[in-house]
């Protein structure tokens, strides 16, 4: 009994590694063109093209995001034809795993990169818990806002990412946490998706939303529109469309409720300053109903920066009226930066005024930051100061 448990175990690990090494050997083909990434419609044509029926389009399609198959061979449904024909003109790849790094705490940390372009690697970070997994997508190779206190600020930005490459990231999270091929009736191990990777998601916000509907169709990838948040910095027209098109969670980046402490710390503000800000904040809670989530607000502890009771009673004032969790989250550090977290201590009273006045807060721990994967922390290539 225990050796076949303990084989069982062996044989289903070794799956596990052909399918990495599968998704990695994929990811090294060529000018085949890879069919991860197109929608529904896209993947019946090009079976229309080949001269199949439309609901071999279909098969595929499921076969790709419902089953997470990368090798045609594996789509028994197909005739061996269509699976030899397809094999020739097309390759189904997520983006090839460089480093996976597991912190003691269990959060791990994946350097994912496109295309065999090295330039193109960003970084995705699991994060389980007991009643939920919480996968942390990267939406740009970098990011263009320069806020004081982040690592990826420090990172020029490369480019966007494709549907494909974001989705990539989910998918291959999916296949290590055991979660594909997908079981309906199970909750799965990623059960969450938040947009607070690298990058600025709402400056790539068609990709995306591209992305996100892949992931959420019910026919595919099937994560529920509720379970995925959008962090944003504050790009303030394009919050009203988070709830208007995408029906996902929002979060914004605050950080300090003084407009002019927030220029100093996040250059976008000069942009979107927060009056701004908070009205489309207030739209965003019109469009997405009663039955809306709140809109979570996360402001980094700045030890004397923007920590002071002062700056809670700001906080507060400034988002009155809506709909708001406050997620205080103490500053994680990165080499070179300039900054230090605000003390337990200060960070309690913070929370504690935040939630005297009514408002629902509370302090995050710092996941994963032994392999530097905490929030705020992530990097891949390039500074600002040496890349052009
Ligand atoms: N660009 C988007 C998505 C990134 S989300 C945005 O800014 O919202 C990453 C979250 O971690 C953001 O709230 C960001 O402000 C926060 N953050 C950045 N650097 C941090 C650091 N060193 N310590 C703690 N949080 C940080
Ligand atoms: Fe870019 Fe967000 Fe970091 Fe600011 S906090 S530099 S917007 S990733």
């Not at 390759?91 to 090295?118: E, P």
């Not at 504050?234 to 996902?248: N, S």
């Not at 300039?338 to 807060?361: I, K, M, P, Q, T």
Request: overall charge positive; charged content about 20%.
């Amino acid at each position: 009994m225990i050796w076949c448990a303990a084989s069982q175990r062996l044989r289903c690990v070794a799956r596990l590694q052909t399918r990495l090494y599968s998704l990695n050997s994929t990811a090294q083909t060529e000018a085949r063109s890879n069919l991860f990434g197109k929608s529904k419609s896209d993947i019946i044509k090009i079976a229309e093209e080949m001269g199949q029926p439309a609901f071999r389009g279909k098969q595929i399609y499921k076969w790709i995001y419902s089953k997470g198959a990368t090798l045609f061979q594996d789509m028994v449904n197909l005739p061996n034809s269509l699976q030899e024909q397809l094999e020739r003109a097309h390759c189904v790849d997520y983006g090839q795993i460089l480093q996976n790094q597991l912190s003691v705490d269990g959060t791990r940390k994946m350097l994912i990169q496109f295309k065999n372009d090295s330039r193109a690697a960003v970084e995705a970070v699991f994060i389980p818990e007991e009643h939920r997994g919480t996968l942390c997508v990267s939406s740009q190779v970098g990011c263009s806002l320069s806020c004081t206190f982040c690592h990826t600020g420090t990172q020029s930005l490369y480019r966007n990412l494709t549907a494909a490459e974001i989705a990539g990231q989910y998918m291959i999270a999916a296949w290590i946490a055991k979660d594909l091929p997908r079981k309906v009736n199970q909750r799965p191990n990623v059960s969450n998706i938040v947009f607070m990777g690298q990058g600025e998601p709402l400056y790539n916000f068609r990709n995306v939303s591209a992305a996100i509907k892949l992931i959420t169709d019910p026919e595919g990838a099937g994560v529920a529109p509720w379970r995925i948040t959008i962090s944003t910095s504050g790009v303030a027209p394009l919050i009203p469309r988070i709830a208007a098109e995408l029906r996902v969670g929002l979060a914004i980046s605050l950080h300090a409720a003084d407009n002019d402490l927030r220029t100093e710390i996040m250059p976008i503000n000069k942009t979107y300053p927060l009056p701004l800000l908070m009205k489309s904040c207030t739209e965003f809670a019109r469009i997405a109903g009663p039955q809306n989530r709140r809109i979570t607000f996360e402001y980094v502890m700045l030890d004397g920066i923007n920590d002071s009771d002062r700056h809670a009673k700001q906080l507060v004032d400034l988002i009155h009226g809506l709909p708001a969790h406050v997620n205080l989250i103490p500053f994680n550090p990165w080499p070179g930066s300039a900054y230090r977290s605000s003390s337990a201590a200060r960070v309690a009273a913070f929370c504690g005024l935040v939630r005297n006045s009514g408002v629902h807060a509370s302090v995050r721990t710092p996941r994963g930051d032994d392999i530097l994967a905490a929030c705020g922390q992530l990097k891949s290539v390039h500074d600002k100061t040496t890349s052009a």
